[in-house]
Every structure is written in C-alpha cells, then in structure tokens.
C-alpha cells in the first residue's frame, strides 16, 4: 500500500472491531509501508479449507477514505474446457466454471498474432487494461459464479474477426499469470 504521506490509524472489522497490531496483523516498513494480516487472524475467519471470500478488513488511514478490503482463499480456476468451438452467434454461450474462491476481474481477448479483438485504443492504457473486454457487454457470470457466459455480441465479434480468439479470464489478484484460465474461442 501507498499511504501517500498518511499514517495507518488501524485496521477494523466491517461492525466496527478494531484489529490488534501484533495479533491480527504486524506493520511492514518495506518495500513499502503496509501491513500483512496474520495467518491465526485470517484461519479464525475460516476453516484452512474454506474458499472464496472469508471477510473484509476496513484500514483507516490519518487522512482520506477508508478502503475495504475482500480477504479471501483461493486456489487456481479451472475452466471444463480449453477450447470452444461455436456456430451460432444468436444468443449468449455458458460454459462451466470452477473459481475456487477466486474473483473474476476481467477477461483479455486477443488473436493468434497477438492483436486485440476489439478497442485497439487500449494499448495506451497499460498491460492491466489493454486488450480487455467489457463486463455484461461482452461476457458475465451466472448468478451462482458457476458459469461463464460470453454474450452474444462477443461471438458475433469474434465471427466478423475472422480467426480464433484467446480469451484470458483474469481472477484478482491480478499479480501475474498464474491466477487465469484461457480458452481459445472459433466462431463459424
């Protein structure tokens, strides 16, 4: 965390609690200032086997708006299939999902090449956001996180491209690679 200047005035649960420094969490100094939650704080929200989310944490910071923060378990998502082959572009496609905790953020779309499908514009919005679709417009969610669904405009957007596109489907954190799926889309 950047506290741009601001010092750490604590750390709450969402009914008002007040962490324990040194018991729930300790402060870090470096790289940056911070903090880590304790491994006895974050197993007294939940069994080491549950997944998804296990709580929230509210920092107060000298100056500022407070920040709430999703504490959640997590392994790597899978996906029921790597490659996904359509004919039809009439109405949305859902395919099974299993997050195992994790939290969809966002989904990458690109070519063989490497091109983005669509909005080229975003390569000057940086590696987080660029070559990323919309959410709701372009895909979503089942209500019960089961299932991914690709929205119809998507398929008739990657019919018209022509070629196969890979889609990432990104889980926060987003801190590198290894919290993904893909899934290679044809549309005929």
């Known amino acids: 965390m950047q506290y741009d200047g601001n010092k750490l005035k604590g750390i ?10 040194g018991r729930d969490y300790t402060v870090v100094n470096s ?9 006895s704080y974050i197993n007294s929200l939940g069994a080491p086997s549950t997944l998804g989310e296990l709580g929230r944490v509210i920092v107060k910071l000298s100056a500022g708006a407070d920040l709430e923060i999703d504490i959640r378990r997590y392994t790597r998502p899978t996906v029921s299939s790597g490659t996904i082959n359509i004919s039809a572009t009439s109405s949305d496609y859902f395919f099974n999902h299993t ?3 994790a939290k969809l953020a966002t989904v990458k779309a690109l070519g063989p090449n490497g091109e983005y499908l669509k909005d080229d514009w975003t390569q000057w919005l940086g590696p987080l956001q660029a070559g990323r ?8 969610l089942s209500d019960d996180q089961t299932q991914l669904i690709m929205r119809s405009s998507l398929l ?10 890979t889609l990432t489907w ?9 919290n993904t799926v893909t899934t290679v889309v044809t549309v005929t």
């Not at 709450?12 to 420094?21: D, I, M, N, R, V």
């Not at 679709?133 to 979503?140: E, F, Q």
């Not at 990104?170 to 290894?178: K, V």
């Open 99 to 101: 997050p195992n905790g």
């Open 12 to 21: 709450y649960t969402p009914s008002g609690t007040q962490l324990t420094s």
């Open 133 to 140: 679709i919309n959410w709701n417009g372009d895909y979503s």
């Open 31 to 39: 790289p940056l200032p911070g903090f880590a939650l304790t491994s």
């Open 156 to 165: 008739s957007t990657i019919k018209s491209f022509g070629k196969s596109v």
């Open 170 to 178: 990104e889980y926060w954190p987003r801190t590198d690679g290894s």
